[in-house]
């Protein structure tokens, strides 16, 4: 027969531990281990079944102290250990830690309407400067004829004989230290707490109706692919005039032909030949605000960056803007006729043997962005 452990040791406190201790020390425990968020975990049922033991035990002032005096075997004389791991794990928490799971609260948000998507897709230069968009949203609105009561005009609702308006319905079960409340969504209204006494002839007492709506959607600058716009109560109505849902707006940003992000900074690639690497030149190339200018300097090393400071995307939180990485690709020709073959290496040999180049910061950063 396995032994029991210490009760204070299962719910990790104390022997001195306050009430309100205990209940932490349970709460914790029910969050992590109860059978709804662990159903097929035996071990979790099981750390849930000894805890609800140790508590219905130290939770009573006169079994705890009979517990403290003569351990286990004083357990049995004041009648079983209650077991929750049937019990709602909501219920949990309206039974022993306040009624933030029950009543009005959980009506609303039984009666709330959906969240609702929309897929946005915005260009790269608009991802920069921010924009305003307008979208057609297709959602479940509010009735207008009976303004979301669920009721035809004229007529009301009464109060849910089988719920008395709560939404829920309750069982009792006796312990030792009580009663023990459960509670459920009342069959008879469907959670609403009332119930119709003719149904509006529009939406069939629903309170909502398949609709369409034009939103303007602001979207800021510096934002990227994923990036999310929560629009609060922009989603689907609620049911019979419960709250509305919210609409998330998640962006796709189109790829730029030339330009690549890397978080808030932009790279471009820049290719150049073998006499512009090796001379120096003066290139224009692309930014986020329009093209300029850049000098090459005489002797650049294929893979080699440059930076522009203030150059890439702002930073979609109010932060410093990021900057644009130029790293440049020495294009080496593949095809040579025999003249160009014998300047090549003439020049070859007055330069003299390569030294060894070791990769660099941009080199990772490259190949992190996977510029082709």
């Not at 709460?27 to 281990?33: F, L, T, V």
């Not at 948000?109 to 897709?121: A, H, I, K, P, V």
């Not at 949203?137 to 609702?157: D, I, K, M, N, Y």
Request: charged residues 25%; proline residues 5%.
């Amino acid at each position: 027969m396995a032994v029991k452990r210490d009760y204070y040791e299962v719910l990790g406190v104390g022997k001195q531990a306050s009430p309100d201790e205990l209940k932490r020390a349970f709460r914790k425990i029910a969050m992590d281990s109860h059978p709804d968020r662990n159903p097929d975990d035996a071990v979790a049922h099981a750390r849930f079944k000894e805890a609800s033991e140790a508590y219905t035990v130290l939770s009573d002032p006169d079994r705890r102290r009979s517990y403290d005096m003569f351990g286990h075997a004083a357990v049995g004389a004041g009648g079983p250990a209650v077991d929750f791991s049937d019990m709602p794990f909501a219920d949990i928490f309206d039974t022993f830690f306040g009624g933030g799971f029950s009543g009005r609260g959980r009506r609303e948000r039984s009666n709330r309407g959906d969240d609702l998507r929309f897929d946005l897709t915005i260009t790269f230069e608009e991802s920069f400067t921010g924009v305003e968009k307008q979208v057609e949203v297709s959602r479940l609105a509010t009735c207008e004829r009976c303004t979301g009561s669920g009721a035809e005009p004229g007529t009301g609702q009464d109060t849910c004989p089988g719920c008395g308006g709560s939404g829920q319905i309750r069982r009792a079960a006796q312990s030792f230290f009580g009663q023990v409340v459960t509670t459920a969504t009342c069959p008879t209204c469907g959670g609403a707490g009332r119930i119709l006494r003719d149904p509006c002839h529009q939406c069939r007492g629903q309170g909502r109706l398949q609709n369409s709506a034009r939103l303007a959607v602001k979207i800021p600058a510096g934002v990227d692919t994923g990036s999310q716009i929560r629009i609060s109560g922009e989603g689907e109505a609620g049911l019979r005039g419960g709250p509305p849902g919210d609409l998330y707006v998640v962006l796709r940003v189109k790829a730029h032909p030339e330009l690549a992000r890397h978080e808030q900074d932009i790279v471009f690639e820049l290719r150049v030949n073998m006499v512009q690497a090796a001379l120096g030149d003066r290139i224009e190339i692309p930014t986020l605000e329009g093209r300029v200018e850049i000098a090459i300097p005489a002797g650049t090393q294929n893979g080699q960056s440059f930076r522009l400071h203030g150059r890439g995307m702002p930073d979609v939180r109010g932060g410093r803007r990021g900057d644009q990485y130029v790293v440049v690709q020495v294009v080496i020709p593949k095809d040579l006729n025999p003249e160009q073959k014998a300047l090549l290496r003439k020049v070859g040999g007055l330069t003299g043997k390569p030294e060894k180049v070791s990769r660099g910061f941009f080199d990772k950063l490259r190949d992190a962005i996977s510029l082709d």
